[in-house]
């Protein structure tokens, strides 16, 4: 088995990035797929949504580190059990790695450095990025088969969209020739709000194919769950979230034809 690597990246906040992560992950661990999370956010937040604290050492900023000092590391030193899944933590601390690593040859591709060696472990390695365009993003981008795009259907995503594709655009020509984008995802969708529907309907218009069908609708349950420290799956079997998640899981195999 040699792995597929997605990054879940956009720049905006609270877009569904994370949540998308952890359940999309179940969705395929219920569908019998080995899965490795990694969460690349000082937010923590994927490492809190599967029950696990925000200050556990080490964690993936402390094997960053010491990878850029030269020292040999793995990331089986940091990975968790969480929710039948992987987990790489992380912590605040990795706000910090940004201005330490500025100086170091090759920093873009710590990351990916890190993950090659677990390459026959899983069938899929998903990155949680931060809201932000600096050296994470970058890394995991550089570290990528594929980037996922969760946007949130209450705003019009596309200048946003556009200044995330120009950065895309740089790693792809820089770092990661390879790296595609498997597609855009609406969350906190709602058909019955007007603005919702223009979203979806401009989004298709820009970007066509690359639109999921699967839309993730607005349901509580799925904040509940993260607040709880597990997946949608465990937390709510037939909620509108779990449901949605698990046809988004069978659209994402086929997309990454597996
Ligand atoms: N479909 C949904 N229905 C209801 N609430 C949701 C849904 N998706 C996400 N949320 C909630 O919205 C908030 C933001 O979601 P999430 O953390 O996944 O976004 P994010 O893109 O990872 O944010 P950040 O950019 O800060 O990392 C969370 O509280 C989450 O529980
Ligand atoms: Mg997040």
Redesign the pocket.
Known sequence: MTATTISIA?Q?????????AVNLGAALRDLGKKVLLVDF?P?A?LTQALGLADDLEPNIYHLIKRLAQGEEVTLEQVIQKANDMDLVPSSLELAGAEIELVSIYGREKLLQQLLIPLQDQYDFIFI?C??ALGMLTVNALTASDYVLV?LQAEFLPFKGVQSFMRSLDKVKKQLNPNIEVLGYIL???DDRKIMNRQVLEQLKRAYEAQVFDTR?????A??QA??KGVDIFKYAQRSN?AQ?YSELGLEFLERTSQ
């Open positions: 956009i905006k906040g609270g877009s569904g990035k994370t949540t998308t956010d937010q937040n949680d931060p809201p969760p969350t906190k969708y993730i609708r607005t349901n509580i799925l904040a993260q607040e979230g949605d």
